[in-house]
C-alpha cells in the first residue's frame, strides 16, 4: 500500500470526518496486508483497533455537527 498523508487542513468541519473514515480504511486494509504477510491474523490487530477509534471519533464529530 502506498503510504498517504493525513491532511486535517480542511475548509470546513463537515469534512474532518471524511477524513477520519478515510484513514479508518486505509488502516483496515492495512492490516489485512500485514496478516496476508505475516501469515498471522494477529498482526495487524493495532491497526484495526486504531480504525475503529477513528470510525468512533468521526461517529462522534457527525453528530456534533
Known sequence: MAR????????????VASILLSAA??????????????????????WIKIAKILERAAAQIERAL
Open 25 to 46: 480504511q486505509d488502516y483496515y486494509e492495512s492490516a489485512g496486508e500485514l496478516d496476508a504477510a505475516w501469515q498471522d491474523p494477529g498482526a495487524g490487530r493495532p
Open 4 to 15: 498517504k498523508s493525513l491532511d486535517l487542513d480542511v475548509d470546513s468541519p463537515e469534512k
